[in-house]
């Protein structure tokens, strides 16, 4: 049995990358462009490329038919519904042009967009999108204090220090992203040429403080979630993003839009409640969801209920309630209703010629493998234990080597 349909755009005179659409999905996917189509009086990449101020051949050199649909399905719902579409296709169907054109859109329609993403690394990959896009001189914000935009495209470094890649470690996965991250900011900004980086923690504080940015200096802003991590206990950057959205026409660009989402400890997280604060209160700004994984928790979709037509279905506690009872099913009707409205588009890319997987099960010696599972994993928790005491010992060292 098929489980997904050859992807039919809605755009004309575009390359298409011959991606596919889940088969539940297919029907409402297709009525939603045909409804798109005719409200664009049958010409989607034409409503693009002027919106984008780009000629055919240049929207052709920067999107994909793909990419076409779901930049015309944003910008159509925030020009005419005030509301937001979810962007969930696949790695490699390119999210990240969709996010950059919709921050080309934002800047030339009189919007400030405020991209928000996962990692502050990926700064640098959506930098590499806008420069597709024709807008590498946009000047962005970087709110992340000692980050920095680099250009893949001009190395001053041929080989640089690689970053560890080690498996086990005594620091809780925070701390450990923490530091990866900071590692492979470093290896960038050795290696690659730095075109933006985050304003001294003064000139930030500043902003801050007065609560909105000079707009002869920066023309959007590039922030991650993380950055809203503490909000109760300070609140300067939410208080500062909630400014911004009263003294301009704000266009949120979720990147990994999960993120804005998400749940901790079974609890709504601090980050979603902040994103939750500003999209209930400033209801003129605009916004667009990309996550592959968006529906991955019910409680997930209640941030995306607040701009799309989830609203109409139920409140917000009832539609939580709805998803923990009805589950997968429930989320699939909440996609398939969300694609019918036009407000969510997922594409794939095709398995043709992929064979597929031979699966090993095994019920049949479950005592046996049982047994190798927790020898193996013995030896792993000795690893942990032995990666702990080696680190403690290094520690001790320094400091010995401090104190004499």
């Known amino acids: 049995m098929r489980k997904s349909t050859k ?8 390359a298409a990358l011959g991606s596919v659409v889940p088969k539940q999905l297919v029907e409402d996917t297709t009525k939603a462009l045909s409804k798109l189509k005719v409200a664009l ?9 002027c919106r984008l101020h780009m000629n055919m051949t240049e929207l052709n050199d920067a999107l994909a038919a793909e990419q076409v649909d779901g930049v015309a399905l944003a910008m159509y719902n925030i020009e005419k519904r005030a509301q937001s579409v979810i962007i969930g296709d696949q790695t490699g169907i390119g999210k990240g042009r969709q996010a950059a054109a919709m921050i080309r859109y934002g800047l030339l329609s009189g919007y400030l967009p405020v991209f928000f993403t996962d990692r502050y690394t990926l700064f640098s990959d959506m930098y590499r999108d806008c420069k597709a896009l024709g807008i590498k001189d946009a000047r962005p914000l970087v709110v992340n204090a000692g980050a920095s935009v680099v250009d893949f495209d001009h190395i001053i470094e041929e080989k640089g220090k690689e970053v560890p890649d080690e498996i086990w470690s005594p620091m809780s996965e925070d701390e450990e992203d923490a530091k990866f991250e900071a590692e492979l900011m470093q290896l960038y900004q050795k290696q690659y040429e730095v075109v933006y980086k985050a304003p001294k923690k003064n000139i930030l504080q500043g ?3 007065v609560g909105d940015i000079p707009s002869e200096a920066f023309d959007y802003l590039m922030i991650t979630y993380s950055q809203l991590k503490d909000a109760k206990r300070d609140a300067t950057r939410l208080n500062f993003l909630h400014s911004l959205c009263e003294k301009h026409r704000v266009l949120f660009i979720f990147d990994e839009a999960h993120r804005s989402s998400s749940v901790s400890a079974g609890k709504v997280s601090v980050i979603t409640q902040g ?5 209930t209160e400033t209801t ?9 994984t968006f ?9 995306f209920m607040r701009r799309t037509s989830l609203s109409a279905l139920a409140t917000e506690n009832t539609l939580e309630k709805a998803l923990h009872s009805g589950g997968v099913p429930m989320q699939e009707y909440v996609s398939t209703s969300l694609a019918a409205e036009g407000q969510m588009i997922r594409r794939e890319h095709s398995a043709d010629g992929i064979p597929s997987p031979v699966y090993t099960y095994l019920d049949d010696d479950l005592v046996l493998h049982s047994e190798l599972f927790d020898k193996v994993m013995f030896f792993f928790r000795e690893t942990v234990k032995l990666s702990t005491m080696v680190n403690d010992l290094v520690n001790l060292a320094k400091l010995q080597g401090l104190l004499s």
């Open 275 to 279: 994103i939750n604060q500003i999209l």
């Open 207 to 209: 902003m801050f403080e």
């Open 41 to 49: 009086g049958g010409d989607v990449s034409g409503y693009v490329a």
């Open 284 to 292: 003129q700004t605009q916004c667009v969801f990309l996550s592959a």
């Open 7 to 14: 992807y039919q755009s809605a755009s004309i005179n575009v």
């Open 295 to 303: 529906a991955k928790r019910p409680e997930s979709l209640i941030t």
